[in-house]
């Protein structure tokens, strides 16, 4: 079962070139064929090596797979290989299941678009890419997919190259993905210079040794990895990008932008969890940003008109839950969170595509409403998902958003929890806005557009998600001992040999005249009080029903009472127009940055360098001009230069 | 006995009588048999160093001249014929058509 | 003994090398150059290069001064006798090639050619024979052999497409 490892993700990559050399000659049934076809079998080679993995006994549960060897220079080789353990599993789970759905799905949004055969050409090397990054060895590979999914994401972002704003979009994301994708690269360098590898196992087995607990090398290497996550993450500082990158289509934005590959930053962290034990500033550091992250962007959604803009907001401040998991040691909670939000996020964005489709691509929430009636089934699993978001019992998003607020508050502090539950307020109340407003209450829809249900093909995806969003949480029932079956999966990977790193690190400080005081960090930690635990949950539950009861009161029961809190209001219009970051983002570095870019091609470029490329021939010219007197055409003056030649050769030889 | 130098010495002069036909005349069938007639001065130092080495390579060599002298003449007056034909004068003055 | 034959081929082949150059009409100095071919012949005769000799005397003194006097005589060229009129640059041209073979001359007789390889070798009885060479032109030079025989094709040609072809 193992073995079939490497077909995963070639599946993809065999769509992908069979749409984008051959897409317009096969025609649209048979791209959407193949685009599909190739990832579920992606999926269901992924369930046989599930499998295979189940077999393994628990501490086992590693495989690798060498392709080839990829570079070799010196002592620096690089394999292509590609490692298959629970951490990975359970992203390739998501990735393929999540994006066999989304694909499908696909087939009835873009039927009428006319070039298809790209978008899915796209859509598969894009799964190709996300497959490589997290099913690679070592960091390099790692690093690929990290490009390889930032390139497809431009390529969809700017799907609608016809349109400037899409364009503007795709570049602004791709350039803010290369701040973070340096950092990354950073790090990756780092990694070599301090391990001399960079392949998982060994980096990983080498931290107690090599690193120093709380030492800078540490900090260094997780603060350069944490800054390339939140590149890819879309995390402050870098988050901006996400938003505009709704431009592209709605499943793009579902698979791309709220599934899978916002998450590779988690996922980072969490692989390199053992190298982030390791350097708790970082570590506090990542909690902030992400708590930050959760309350500011739930800030923002609240305030969106553009239904997909209020659900980009939301992945952004959802990540950012995920991240505060990260930053107080919860890696599984934060999995938990990843999966649970591919599940409920791609349903709502899938969602919103099918009330888009149906609406002859109209955005704007403010002319929507009471589409309830035409959208029965789109409704359902958008309802089904939101309170699955809001974190309403049982569904998904309570069991999942609930470990981490748990964890927030016993493993971290009250300010980080203080963070997490308002955000967890607001986001139940702006999930509902969007629901209120556009399902419910008055219709104000354009006379002109006929709002239509959507087609099977894009509904049934629908509920499979909105059935995950609801059932995705038994993954990991808390309070029970033994229930917990992600934490049981992922117990090898977060495995962490403190008894190691307390020695060694505690000898080379030591060594470097250092007192170390760390044998707190060998104290097992309690299993938290049921008790609280349960507390903890009452409160969220109310939150998420006062968050709810909130939007109703606002936007069913008293319709104007919205206008009349905000209207005027200073806050409201800072937070309307996001706090203007991308503004002073704006001012203060894309502006100098384009100022600096112009001086050097006017001047530096056009005048400097061009001028001496340009002088250079010149001279050869005026040059070249003086020899052509010596071509006269007369054979005798050739053979006279021949002459000047040989006696001056003689007479220096001789 | 006649020493190897005195060869030498002839076929330079020959040499030298063929550099000055090439140089001054201005017939181009002149000049062509002035190169003629360097070609035979080397060819004499070649069979002249021969015999004083007791060898045969410069013989092999004076054979390669031979055939390399036949075929250029072939060619060479070939174009003589086919530039007279475009200009009636064998004046090399007045070519220079090989300029650009 | 040798001499007295060296001496006045050497002398032949000189005259009439000089009278090649410095003769206004075509057909003399033709005459004249297969004067100085045959003198040649016979210093090849004199170096025992038996298969040159004859060879100098069939394919130059033959075949290609055949070849020069036909083209002579097809073009119909007249002596010219504006050919020697001395100008500031065949002046310069004179003294250059001066400096040049006198060098050269210098060389012959300030170095050592005499002492070192200036004896001639005691030689075989089959020096110079057609055998000798030929044998020599079929192994070790087989190769240049073969290319000589293409270059001549290749000249054969060429001579047919530029003599048949006008020039535009």
């Known amino acids: 079962m193992l073995s079939l490892t490497w077909l995963v993700p070639t599946f993809p990559l065999i769509g992908s070139i069979i749409n984008g050399f051959w897409g317009l000659k096969i025609g649209k049934d048979n791209v959407g064929k193949v685009a599909c076809g190739s990832v579920i079998l992606s999926f269901i080679t992924t369930v046989l090596i599930l499998f295979g993995l189940i077999g393994l006994p628990a501490e086992n549960r590693i495989y690798e797979q060498v392709m080839f060897d990829w570079i070799v220079a010196g002592d620096f080789a690089v394999q292509w290989a590609y490692q298959v353990d629970p951490l990975s599993m359970v992203m390739m789970l998501v990735i393929t299941g999540v994006g066999s759905l989304i694909h499908i799905f696909s087939i009835g949004y873009m039927k009428e678009e006319y070039s298809y055969y790209r978008y899915f050409a796209y859509l598969n090397l894009f799964m190709f890419a996300m497959l490589i990054l997290v099913m690679g060895s070592n960091f390099l590979l790692m690093f690929i997919g990290w ?70 090398i540490a900090i260094i290497i997780t603060g350069f990895l944490f800054l390339g996550a939140t590149g890819k993450s879309a995390q402050i500082p870098l988050y901006t990008w ?45 909690a902030f940003v992400g708590g930050g992250t959760a309350l500011l962007a739930a800030t923002i959604g609240m305030t969106q008109w553009d239904i997909k803009r209020v659900l980009a907001y939301s992945t952004v401040s959802q990540i950012g839950y995920m991240f505060l998991g990260c930053g107080v040691g919860a890696f599984t909670a934060a999995i938990f969170h990843l999966i649970t939000h591919a599940f409920f996020k791609a349903c709502l964005f899938l969602g919103s595509g099918s009330v888009i489709h149906g609406m002859h691509h ?110 995705g949480g038994m993954l990991g029932i808390p309070l029970i001992h033994g229930w ?56 969220s539950v109310g939150v998420a029903i006062t968050g709810i009861v909130g939007a109703y009161l606002c936007y069913i029961k008293y319709p104007k009472l919205p206008e009349t809190l905000t209207d005027g209001q200073w806050g409201y219009e800072i937070v309307k127009n996001k706090y203007m970051v991308d503004e002073i983002y704006d001012e203060t570095i894309v502006k100098p940055v384009v100022q600096g ?28 001009k003086q020899a052509k007197q010596f071509q006269s055409g007369y054979v005798r003056n050739y053979a006279l230069s021949m002459i000047i030649g040989f006696a001056i050769l003689l007479l220096v030889v001789f | 006995m006649v020493p190897l130098s005195h060869y030498l010495i002839v076929s330079a002069i020959l040499f030298f009588i063929g550099v000055l036909g090439v140089l001054l005349r201005r017939n181009v069938i002149v000049v062509f048999m002035s190169i003629e007639i360097m070609l035979n001065a080397v060819n004499l130092s ?52 090989m300029k650009w | 003994m040798e001499q007295f034959i060296f001496y006045p081929l050497s002398l032949m082949c000189i005259v009439f090398a000089v009278g090649v150059i410095v003769n206004t009409s075509p057909i003399s100095s033709a005459v004249s150059l297969i004067g100085m071919m045959l003198g040649l012949a016979g210093l090849f005769v004199l170096l025992n290069a038996h298969l040159m000799a004859i060879l100098q005397v069939l394919v130059y003194a033959g075949a290609i001064m055949v070849l020069f006097m036909f083209v ?35 060389k012959i007789f300030g170095d050592g050619f005499s002492t070192n390889i200036g004896k001639p070798a005691v030689l075989p009885e089959t020096f110079g024979t057609t055998a000798a060479v030929g044998e020599l032109l079929f192994t070790d030079f087989v190769l240049p052999f073969e290319v000589a025989s293409i270059l001549l094709l290749v000249a054969m040609i060429g001579a047919v497409v530029l003599a048949k072809t006008k020039l535009n």
Request: hydrophobic share 50%.
């Open chain 1, 597 to 624: 870019s112009r001086l050097l091609w006017k001047e530096a470029d056009a005048k400097a360098i061009d001028g001496t490329v340009n002088g250079v021939a010149q001279i050869i010219g005026w040059c070249s």
């Open chain 1, 242 to 286: 996400l938003p505009d990158a709704m431009e592209g289509p709605t499943p793009v934005s579902a698979l791309i932008h709220a599934a899978t590959m916002v998450t590779a930053g988690v996922y980072l962290v969490v692989r390199c969890n053992i190298l982030f034990m390791m350097a708790p500033m970082t570590m506090m550091a990542v």
């Open chain 1, 362 to 471: 109209e955005q704007d929430i403010r002319k929507m409403g009471g589409l309830k009636k035409h959208f029965p089934k789109t409704y359902f699993t958008f309802l089904v998902s939101t309170l699955a978001i809001a974190g309403i019992f049982p569904l998904s998003g309570f069991f999942s958003k609930d470990e981490i607020l748990l964890h927030s508050l016993i493993d971290g502090n009250i300010f980080l929890w203080g963070m997490g539950i308002t955000g967890a307020l607001l986001t139940a109340f702006y999930m509902f806005r969007l629901v209120f407003l556009t399902f419910h209450g008055e219709s104000r829809v354009d006379p002109d557009v006929h709002p239509h249900e959507s087609p099977d093909i894009m509904t049934r995806p629908l509920m499979i998600l909105a059935t995950l969003a609801a059932v």
């Open chain 1, 147 to 216: 490009e390889g999914v930032g390139c497809c994401s431009y390529f969809l972002i700017g799907y609608y190259f016809d349109k400037q704003s899409a364009c503007d979009a795709a570049t602004k994301a791709f350039i803010v993905n290369r701040v973070g994708d340096f950092a990354f690269l950073l790090a990756v360098m780092f990694i070599f210079y301090i391990f001399g590898t960079i392949d998982y196992t060994e980096v990983f087995a080498a931290a107690p040794h090599k690193l120093i607990y709380d030492g800078e």
């Open chain 3, 72 to 106: 002579i005589m097809l073009l119909n060229l007249k002596g010219d006798d504006e050919d020697w009129k001395m100008r500031g640059k065949n002046v310069l041209l004179a003294s250059l090639s001066g400096v040049f073979v006198v060098t050269l001359l210098f």
């Open chain 1, 484 to 539: 917990h079956v992600l934490h049981n999966w992922l117990e090898p990977v977060l495995f962490i040999d403190w008894q190691t790193i307390v020695t060694n690190s505690t000898r080379m400080m030591e060594e470097h005249g250092h007192v170390a005081h760390l044998s707190h960090l060998l104290h097992h930690k309690e299993h938290p009080d049921a008790g609280l635990e349960v507390a903890l949950m009452f409160l």
């Open chain 2, 46 to 97: 070649l069979i002249g160093f021969d015999r004083f080495l007791n060898q045969h390579d410069g013989q092999v060599f004076s054979f390669m001249v031979m055939a390399v002298a036949a075929a250029e003449v072939s060619v060479g007056l070939a174009i003589i014929i086919s530039i007279f034909r475009k200009k009636p004068t064998i004046n090399l003055d007045e070519f220079n058509i």
